[in-house]
């Protein structure tokens, strides 16, 4: 008989841990304007290579080079900055609001608002987004009021929701954007059932899927790409790569496919790698897929390279498992000055205009958060009757409900 040495088990391991320097050295990041721009109608056959690649826009002088460049007009690029300023400067309000004791839970963007602020714009009314906790950006880009947030983070009696969800947990069916679920794998499936039942009807609406890259790891995950490619649902299927999925660093959900994009080379779908930091290649991108998805053709993955410079909510200590340098360190900068550096070299901003946006965007955020917590926060004002447990379950309230509100006084 043969003799074997032991088995062993692989473990992957981040590359630094506290204490280390951070080191990207693995992130193969090509030249802005490197990575081809295929024909919308392409056989996902011959796409294989965008799998792997990273779209770039914006090279080191803050020019947009290349083929995937020109998706946005001059209004559509500062409305993005503005957009992306105005996230940035809310999670900060509600960062500080959580630790002031107003709210009991926060979750912030910090490093991946151009994922969300820019794929909102590909995107048309009655179209649906399937959201994970970190893409309030699609709330802010399609103009849902700043109050209502609010509302909803401090649970108060102008909550939509009611204090029924998680703060952060919005939702919104007039923006297109699905209740949010804890279990984020669980939005991949309901966005491709959505995205069928669409085409079944003779609809014209496309919808967005979006996880992130632990996620990825579920079930559910797979399960979504068998029925989209079995049935060329009409969807767009996003995937965020922030590098952490709350203590665990990418390596562990993405085994040994090399990339997250590439598992839909399994499945027979169009699968591709952008710069999450980088606008218009976001827009770009997503404008491609959602091209695709509208043209009956199907659906398509979509890999957000990108960084969680933030905690993964006010629940975590990221020192504790990653350098504390590690997210000034990584290689694709930071979205917010990168559009701005854009904007400045083709001559449409300035310094000068640079601040005064961020101070009127800091003044349109701290009115909206006055008026929000005039009303209520978690430990005062005016909170939601519990009598509203009893609504919006059933459309004719059966007796045993009746039986319970009563009870308790409703």
């Known amino acids: 008989m043969d003799q074997h040495e032991p088995l062993s088990l692989n473990v992957p391991e981040p590359e630094v841990r506290p204490g280390g320097q951070p080191d990207f050295s693995s992130v193969k990041i090509p030249s802005a304007g490197a990575i081809r721009r295929p024909d919308v109608d392409e056989d996902p056959e011959n796409m294989r290579d965008l799998a792997f690649g990273i779209i770039r826009v914006l090279n080191r002088n803050g020019e947009a080079v290349g083929p995937w460049a020109g998706t946005l007009t001059d209004a559509e690029l500062r409305a993005g900055l503005e957009h992306m300023l105005t996230l940035r400067t809310y999670d900060a309000r509600m960062m500080n609001a959580q630790r002031q004791g107003k709210t ?77 679920s804890g279990n984020l794998a669980t939005q991949y499936i309901q966005a491709v059932g959505w995205a069928m039942a669409s085409a079944i009807s003779g609809d014209d609406k496309i919808a967005a899927a979006w996880i992130g890259d632990g996620s990825t790891a579920e079930s559910d995950f797979h399960a979504a790409l068998v029925f989209a490619s079995t049935y060329k649902a009409p969807v767009v299927l996003n995937i965020v790569n922030n590098q952490w999925a709350i203590s665990t660093f990418q390596g562990i959900a993405r085994g040994g496919s090399g990339t997250f994009a590439a598992r839909g080379h399994g499945f027979g779908i169009p699968a591709l790698r952008v710069d999450g930091n980088d606008f218009l290649a976001v827009h770009a991108v997503g404008k491609w897929a959602a091209e695709r998805a509208r043209r009956n053709l199907g659906p398509t993955i979509v890999e957000y390279v990108t960084y969680r410079a933030g905690g993964h909510s006010t629940s975590d200590d990221p020192s504790a498992y990653r350098p504390k340098e590690e997210s000034d360190a990584w290689p694709l900068g930071d979205p917010v000055l990168r559009l701005k550096a854009h904007l400045i070299t083709r001559g449409l901003w300035s310094e000068e205009r640079h601040k005064q946006l961020e101070a009127e965007v800091h003044d349109r955020v701290i009115t909206a958060q006055k008026e929000a917590e005039a009303i209520g926060t978690l430990h005062t004002g005016r909170r939601p009757s519990p009598r509203d447990m009893f609504e919006d379950v059933y459309e004719e309230m059966p007796p045993h409900l009746i039986a319970q509100r009563h009870q308790a006084g409703y």
């Open 104 to 180: 009991s839970f926060y979750m912030q963007h910090l490093g991946e608002e151009a994922v969300s602020c820019a794929f909102q714009q590909v995107l048309r009314q009655g179209d649906m987004n399937f959201p994970t906790y970190r893409q309030a950006g699609l709330l802010i880009s399609s103009g849902y009021p700043l109050v209502t947030m609010m509302n909803q983070v401090y649970s108060n009696e102008a909550d939509p929701l009611r204090g029924r969800q998680l703060p952060i947990m919005y939702s919104s069916k007039e923006h297109g954007f699905f209740s949010i």
